[in-house]
């Protein structure tokens, strides 16, 4: 952050061309104490105290135009934010544009009521917490744009690392453990864009390559006893060490085509190609140590050794075309197909020992496993201008495509499971414009299946959505939505019925010559979804539901204050809130007001407060509530 | 007659000329210097590309001689800015996006005459403007860091149309867009979770926000399991497995991935226990 901080300043405000504009915001922000959970503060908020830079947004143009025309910089959150952000695209007419993208997001989770099979115990523990860093990085560099031939070579990174808990389970218990997360993923890829008046094709060669090294290691020397409490024929299960390793490292070759094609003044074609086959070769090692159990086979064993290898190839392959033409000026149709087939198919080789030495021995274990799923998708359109202000628009999609997934030996579970997808669905839709201020849309859409994957899949469904947008004035515009999603599966067993429904309204005025504007959004939304199930203790039937009706807000009203040897302070509150009832009931207030004071023309302080307070009511001991104040100064050139 | 339609033709013809951009600065000053900011400064005759010849409208400064697209339907709108936009690599998959079916015109998101929109939070709420639903799922608590400025929605959504459903965007040439970030779960796994591949991780995530933690689809995991783990007949549908004899009155079986953690698919474990 004082890098940045330094560079700006640096430059002398003297300029004769104003090659620097931008502005660049820093500051401290203190955070009160945390009131409740602390955990789940981080979990949802997860913002601390220090200094930050809160912002950054410059603009640097050479005059010369020697290295580069124009470079473009923003960042935010650096200085200990859990989201750090670095963006730079530069560029030089015609020689090349360069873009560059660094994001490192904080993922921290810790939530006892997720995950606490302890709970009942006094254990407040998350079995599946984590914190952890994600670093992306994303980087392209175009040669010669503007030019008809376009060569590019760009660069994509994601990495992530930290730590967390999990589980090793099995062996008639599971043992709550920590865990050190590492893997990343390296995109490298270059390619040729063609882009004529009437034609335009991309190509595109890539490759991945991808490392996962995430290990348990527990040897504290007190026994583990795990979530397991009942001792299994007379003997208690605990773990002394584990020490387990996954050894992954994958790669993958891709190609990419597309193009689009005026091919006429009534017919733009479009298409793409696509190929990609990913492999994984895998090593993992484990041995764990304890009073364990392989409850099934009813041996008791001291310590156990397990190997692993494997390697798996997902290739990958997925096309499309699609075509408009304009038979008539108001008539268009629109065709389009797509076709997406995968296959995964994998192999692995397992070895187990088990100590003392005398017990009957697991031996080594061959497993295949192969999936295998193709979805293919035909839509045809016709949009009809009926006058200048009103437009229809009709059509069909058919969905189909099938599915397996197979593991073998198949040890007790079904060898294969298969499914189809089968589904036939109408469209249509409604564009009416009377006034350049007004604009009413809506569409609609219905669809019938014959089969689909899951049980939860889109089956019969309906899904409407309505828009409008009124301009009231010209400092005064209200917009309106409304959605909803209707979809039922009452085949014999599932009985899956699901409903959603959102109405959102939104205003936003902002009067000329006068001190206050305002701008507030309000969304009202529904979902229901019941579906049947055996219980599995006892197969007795019930049904899951789930429920949610919520109301959120948001507002800002933004005033100017009395001004001052022309400088014009503003003070804006407002915030959000989430209120939900149904199955999870949850409050999620946000309130926040800000003040900017301007004190010459180049600089202003900036300060804030923002408030979080979190509650649900059936987890009453995850909520908090925490007040942030920043302050800081604003330096604008 | 037909000499005379043609002579009066050409003097219509004669009566509109190219007046150029900078004339048009003179009255639309604050436009025009906004616009000399923009690539589009680099366009020969570059307001005449979109509103028509102007000499007519810089005569009479009546708005009813020159050419407003803002004022024109969408797909005539669009028509200008496709002339010399149309065959560009984001706009594969255009005509079948609900931007288009919908008829979201190009300048309802983009300013021509200003610069972009800068950074992810201005960006973000331009798109919320409209898709006000949207906006409401991620002040749920549990949310991707879009209201933070960490996430944008164009990094999972190609506004301009993909042949994926939802406007979605796709990496390495084919893979959901969920990978460019998440890529340890991309696989491919020894073991496969068939949602994963067969519908994507919108079977068991709410992407914008959700109440739930994971923003999962439900609150408690064991309830999103069930959704297709119900120990129905084997033939009702595929991953209706046969009875695992958990009892879910335990703690210890009240979420299946305390236990079944790989659940994204496993490089190791069939039962996707590690």
Not at chain 1, 450 to 472: E, K, M, W
Not at chain 2, 227 to 244: D, K, R, Y
Request: some cysteine; glycine content about 8%.
């Amino acid at each position: 952050m004082r890098i940045f901080l330094a560079i700006f300043l640096a430059i002398p405000l003297a300029a004769q061309t104003e090659w620097l504009t931008g502005s660049l915001d820093a500051g401290y922000r203190r955070r009160t104490g945390i009131g409740g959970s602390a955990n789940t503060y981080r979990s949802v908020v997860d913002l601390g105290t220090g200094l930050r830079l809160l912002g950054a947004d410059f603009t640097l143009s050479d005059p010369k135009k020697r290295s580069f025309d124009r470079l473009d910089l923003q960042a935010a959150g650096w200085g200990g934010d859990p989201w750090r952000t670095l963006h730079v695209n530069a560029r030089k007419s015609r020689l090349y544009d360069f873009t560059g993208d660094y994001r490192n997001i904080a993922y921290f989770n810790n939530l006892p009521s997720f995950a606490d099979p302890l709970l009942s115990r006094g254990i407040v523990l998350d079995e599946q917490a984590f914190n952890v860093h994600r670093r992306l990085g994303s980087f392209e560099l175009a040669l010669l744009p503007g030019h008809w031939i376009v060569p590019y070579l760009a660069f994509d990174s994601d990495a992530d690392s930290g730590a967390g808990s999990t589980t090793f389970a099995g062996e008639g218990n599971e043992f709550p453990l920590p865990v050190t997360i590492r893997d990343s993923t390296r995109n490298y890829r270059g390619g040729t864009r063609i882009e004529l008046r009437h034609f335009h094709a991309t190509l595109e060669q890539g490759g991945t390559t991808y490392k996962d090294d995430q290990s348990i290691y527990s040897n504290s020397g007190i026994p583990n006893y795990g979530n397991n409490s009942k001792p299994l024929p007379g003997r208690t299960l605990y773990l002394d060490s584990l020490l387990a390793g996954w050894g992954i490292r994958g790669s993958s070759i891709y190609s990419r085509g597309l193009f689009t094609a005026s091919a006429a003044s009534w017919l733009d074609l479009y298409g793409q190609f696509l190929y990609s086959i990913p492999e994984n070769m895998v090593s993992h090692q484990q041995a764990a140590t304890g009073s364990l159990a392989n409850p099934t086979r009813l041996i008791f064993f001291t310590g156990q050794q397990y190997l692993l290898s494997a390697e798996s190839k997902l290739p990958h392959s997925s096309g499309s075309i699609g075509a408009e033409v304009r038979p008539f000026r108001r008539l268009r149709i629109l065709e389009s197909w797509l076709t997406d087939r995968l296959y995964s198919g994998a192999l692995s080789f397992a070895q187990q020992r088990l100590t003392p030495a005398s017990l009957p021995q697991p031996g080594s274990t061959s497993t295949s496993s192969l999936l295998v799923t193709n979805r293919n998708q035909e839509e045809t359109l016709v949009f009809l201008e009926l006058t200048s202000k009103l437009t229809l628009h009709g059509g069909y999609r058919y969905v189909w495509g099938d599915a397996s997934n197979s593991v073998l030996p198949a040890s007790g579970l079904m060898p294969t499971d298969t499914g189809k997808l089968r589904r036939n669905g109408g469209l249509g839709g409604i564009s009416f414009r009377p006034t350049h201020k007004l604009t009413i849309g809506g569409d609609a859409e219905g669809a019938s299946s014959g089969s689909a994957y899951f049980r939860t899949s889109l089956y019969d469904y309906q899904r409407v959505r309505g828009r409008a947008r009124y301009q009231i004035s010209g400092s005064l515009n209200l917009s309106a939505n409304f959605s909803l999603l209707n979809n039922a599966n009452p085949s014999a067993g599932s009985n899956f019925e699901y409903l959603a429904h959102q109405e959102s309204i939104s205003l936003a005025w902002i009067p000329a010559h006068r001190f206050w504007n305002v701008e507030g959004t309000y969304t009202r939304s529904t979902l229901r979804s019941d579906i049947s199930y055996l219980q599995p203790q006892d197969l007795q039937p019930a049904i899951s539901s789930y429920r949610d009706n919520a109301h959120t807000a948001s507002a800002l009203i933004d005033l100017r204050l009395p001004s001052y040897s022309g400088l014009i302070p503003k003070f804006s509150f407002g915030g959000s809130l989430f209120v939900s009832s149904g199955s999870r009931p949850t409050t999620y207030y946000q309130p926040l007001a800000k003040l900017f004071v301007p004190l010459g023309k180049n600089l202003a302080w900036i300060s804030d407060w923002s408030y979080y307070g979190f509650g649900e009511s059936l987890y009453l001991y995850e909520g908090f509530h925490a007040s942030l104040v920043t302050t800081g100064l604003r330096f604008v050139r | 007659m037909a000499r005379a339609v043609l002579i009066l033709f050409a003097a219509s013809l004669a009566a509109q000329t190219y007046v150029g951009s900078e004339t048009c600065g003179t009255c639309h000053e604050g436009i025009y210097q906004a616009w000399a900011k923009t690539p589009h400064r680099d366009v020969k005759q570059a307001c005449k590309s979109c509103h028509g010849t102007g000499s007519r409208h810089a005569e009479s400064t009546s708005a009813a001689d020159i050419l407003n697209p803002a004022k024109l339907p969408p797909a005539e709108s669009d028509r200008d800015c496709l002339s010399c936009h149309l065959n560009r690599p984001t706009h594969v998959g255009r005509i079948q996006s609900s931007h288009a079916h919908n008829q979201v015109a190009c300048i309802t998101c983009h300013t021509i005459h200003a610069t972009a929109v800068r950074g992810p939070n201005a960006l973000n709420r331009q798109c919320t403007t409209c898709h006000m639903d949207v906006r409401a799922e991620f002040q749920r608590p549990y949310h991707h860091r879009l209201p933070e400025g960490a996430v944008s929605c164009v990094d999972c959504h190609n506004p301009h149309g993909s042949f994926r459903p939802g406007m979605m965007r796709q990496v390495a040439a084919n893979d959901v867009t969920c990978f460019k970030c998440h890529g340890d779960k991309r696989g491919p796994f020894t073991f496969e979770h068939a949602p994963v591949r067969f519908e994507g991780c919108a079977s068991c995530h709410e992407p914008h926000g959700s109440a739930n933690p994971r923003m999962l689809t439900r609150h408690e995991v064991r309830l999103v399991c069930l959704e297709c783990h119900a120990n129905l007949p084997a033939t009702a549908a595929p991953g209706v497995v046969l009875p695992s004899f958990h009892d879910l009155r335990s703690p210890r079986y009240q979420n299946c991935t305390v236990c079944h953690q790989k659940v994204h698919g496993s490089h190791v474990d069939r039962n996707f226990l590690r």
